[in-house]
């Protein structure tokens, strides 16, 4: 598995609140909002139409009280016209004598007399000047003030009455009803007093119609004064005239504002008004609103819920997608998405699975890609590094060839000088004592040893070239084994039969290697002892074969190939160049040097070209 | 009349062991120590054997060989050479010398071969 590539951060999940929260949130708040928008509209609509009703039964009630009301002042007008005919009174009018008065008095008593009506609080006469003749009644000592509060009308025919705008004196809202006496002009009035005073009878039927919220007010045209069923209160100004509509005013010692609908009562200065405190016409407002909130609230936890539900659905497939594009970035294989939807996100689902396995077989190519080109790198780098290796030991062995061959020349002279030294004592000594002749002999023997190792060094440092010629195999090795001094104990056995056909080689080459090769042998067997076989065969492919075996310890397996190598040696002394430069001299001459297994011992095989190769 | 040899070396005691063992055996030694005492030595004197080193400073065996055999063409020239390069060895031979001997020179094929 290669290693991912550093990968890039995958960004941080950077949704502080999650979509499967998110939407919820959205549509709750959405829903809140439509919620109060629609209760604030809702509520405002039912005020209006609480208003409208209220304003609607105010009119209805009002438009009664003010046929009642005018039936009244009718009645009124009535008595006081009939007061005004009567004879005594008109004749006490036209002609006040002191004699007629107390008839007088009794006439303009008869209404109140015999009406008992406690509303009536005085009667009074007027003369054409508009002097007070006459004047009867429990509260006829205070009528200068009620003059003083305002003008008392004259009626404008003989046969009518007229009725006077409400005056408060003492906490009583007080009106007068006139009558013309006799028909002189400017005529004579009889005034009756009256007192506004609600029975318990009437409040019962207000109370009925209206309930107990609810004030009937009754009032000057222009709003001057104002009382309910008894006394004065505070109302609203008219002096804009009465229209058919709401009027909003305040009333000290009552919280809120008041609604009244004023209406003029016929053939009288007067209006009549219905009263409702609005926090009364608006009471059901609240338990909407309360109904309201608590339908609010259950939409929106239900749109909650569902919210919360959808966006579920819709969240679990983001995450798995998320989840696999995770794995897939982690170089991971992530399982087939597989959103089984038909909407947008299962498209989404299936692109994404199209791209993993994308990614996946991608990834499975370069991966193979990768392989192939590491296999082609290692490859190359062995090559190159055996290369390298090859070529750093030919410039090793150049170099210690060059330094060979400058050391070896230069070690020739002395060597020569110490030879001469010995062969000359040799010469010289007469008789000499046995120790000297070993000794010479071991000098003799030392500078022969370094001869050799000079000459394997020289011989290395050299190119070699061969000068081949047919050759005789029988006698190169006769030649060399009468050089080689071997040592006793050890017998050194060959066949090569001198019918073996001329091998081409140059001479001094094949002597050269024979000669290392049966060295090396000799040594292997040791001082123990024993045995050297040389064998030489035609190989029938044109190739004579030369077997050096011995019965020495054999070569490590492992080292049949090292042996050859330059400066590899296996001896005590000896600097490894033999076997180094027989193989190369062998190879000049077209041949093959090897070391093989053997069943015992040491085994060399050479080979050499026959001198005639036909068959 | 023992036979006259002019040993010839850069090495004195290559010079010195070699004229030794010669009168040993019998030879009356000359010694030179470069090829132009050589070439000069055989001027005045007629040798049996120049026996010389073929790399000295300044003139070097091989042309003290060649105006050696110049001046004497019947003159008998070993020479000797710590380097073995077939080359000079050919070429040497095919001109006349009688040999050219590897250094250290074997005294006994030497001998042999000058007796």
């Given at each position: ?9 995958p ?55 003010a ?89 404008v ?60 007010l ?12 008894a ?16 009027v ?20 009288t ?31 929106v ?12 659905r ?10 696999a ?9 992530p ?61 090793k ?21 110490i ?14 004592q ?112 030369i ?69 | ?33 470069s ?77 042999r071969?000058?007796?």
């Amino acid at each position: 598995m290669p290693t991912p590539m550093a990968a890039p951060h995958p960004p941080e999940p950077v949704a502080r609140i999650p979509i499967g929260l998110k939407l919820p949130l959205v549509a709750g708040m959405l829903v809140l909002a439509v919620a109060l928008i629609m209760g604030f509209a809702a509520i405002v609509a039912v005020r209006q139409t609480l208003l409208s009703t209220s304003v609607g039964r105010q009119q209805q009630v009002a438009k009664l009280f003010a046929e009642v009301y005018g039936g009244a002042a009718r009645i009124y007008t009535n008595q006081a016209r009939t007061t005004a005919d009567r004879p005594a009174v008109i004749r006490y009018a036209s002609q006040p004598d002191p004699a007629d008065r107390y008839q007088a008095i009794d006439a303009l008593e008869f209404i109140t007399g015999t009406a008992q009506d406690s509303q009536v609080i005085a009667v009074e006469l007027l003369g054409s000047a508009g002097q007070q003749l006459l004047a009867t009644g429990p509260f006829s000592a205070e009528l200068a003030r009620l003059h003083d509060a305002g003008a008392v009308p004259i009626p404008v025919h003989a046969d009518s009455g007229a009725l006077g705008p409400f005056r408060v004196i003492d906490g009583r809202v007080i009106y007068p009803v006139v009558a013309r006496v006799g028909d002189g002009e400017p005529a004579a009035r009889v005034v009756i007093w009256r007192r506004i005073a609600g029975t318990p009878e009437t409040r019962r039927r207000v109370a009925d119609l209206i309930g107990t919220s609810g004030t009937i007010l009754s009032g000057n045209a222009d709003g001057s004064v104002w009382a309910d069923q008894a006394r004065p209160v505070d109302g609203p100004s008219l002096a804009d005239g009465v229209h058919d509509s709401v009027v909003t005013y305040h009333r000290a010692g009552i919280e809120g504002s008041l609604l009244g609908y004023p209406l003029a009562i016929p053939g009288t200065p007067w209006v009549l008004m219905v009263e409702f405190p609005r926090q009364t016409v608006l009471a059901p407002t609240a338990a909407f609103a309360r109904d309201l909130t608590a339908i609010g609230l259950v939409g929106v936890a239900l749109s909650l819920l569902v919210a919360w539900l959808l966006s579920g659905r819709l969240a679990r497939p983001l995450r798995r997608l998320t989840a696999a594009a995770e794995v897939i970035t982690r170089g991971g294989e992530p399982d087939r998405v597989l959103l089984r939807r038909s909407d947008e996100l299962g498209v989404l689902g299936a692109a994404f699975d199209t791209m993993a396995s994308g990614v996946r077989d991608s990834r499975q190519r370069l991966e193979e890609e990768v392989d192939a080109r590491t296999t082609a790198l290692n490859t190359t780098l062995t090559q190159l590094r055996d290369a390298q290796e090859t070529l750093v030991r030919r410039e090793k062995l150049a170099t210690i060839g060059q330094l060979a061959s400058s050391v070896g020349h230069e070690l020739r002279n002395p060597l020569g000088v110490i030879s001469n030294a010995a062969y000359y004592l040799e010469l010289v000594v007469p008789d000499p004592q046995p120790v000297v002749v070993e000794y010479l002999g071991i000098i003799r023997k030392q500078v022969e040893t370094s001869t050799k190792i000079i000459n394997d060094l020289l011989d290395f440092s050299r190119v070699a070239r061969a000068d081949r010629h047919p050759l005789s195999l029988h006698s190169v090795v006769d030649a060399q084994l009468r050089e080689l001094s071997v040592p006793p104990g050890i017998t050194v056995e060959h066949d090569v039969p001198d019918t073996l056909p001329a091998v081409l080689a140059d001479p001094v080459h094949v002597g050269q290697v024979m000669l290392n090769l049966v060295t090396n042998a000799v040594q292997a067997v040791g001082p123990a002892g024993g045995t050297v076989w040389l064998s030489a065969t035609a190989n029938g492919d044109g190739m004579a074969r030369i077997e050096v075996r011995d019965s020495g310890p054999g070569v490590d397996p492992a080292m049949h190939d090292k042996i050859f190598e330059p400066l590899f040696t296996t001896k005590a002394r000896g600097i490894g160049l033999g076997l180094a430069v027989s193989r190369s001299l062998v190879v000049a001459n077209g041949g093959t040097l090897t070391s093989e297994p053997a069943e015992c011992g040491g085994r060399f095989v050479l080979t050499l070209p026959m001198a005639d190769r036909s068959p | 009349m023992s036979r006259r040899v002019l040993v010839v070396d850069d090495d004195v005691e290559m010079v010195r062991t070699l004229a030794d063992i010669l009168r040993l055996r019998g030879w009356s030694p000359d010694v030179a120590y470069s090829g132009e005492e050589a070439v000069a030595a055989e001027q005045q004197t007629e040798y049996d054997l120049v026996l010389m080193d073929i790399k000295m400073p300044g003139m070097d065996g091989v042309t003290a060989f060649r105006l050696i055999r110049a001046h004497n063409p019947a003159a008998r020239v070993v020479l000797m050479t710590a380097h073995t390069e077939p080359e000079i060895v050919r070429a040497a031979v095919s001109e006349g010398a009688v040999r050219v001997m590897t250094k250290p020179v074997d005294l006994r094929s030497l001998l042999r071969l000058i007796e």
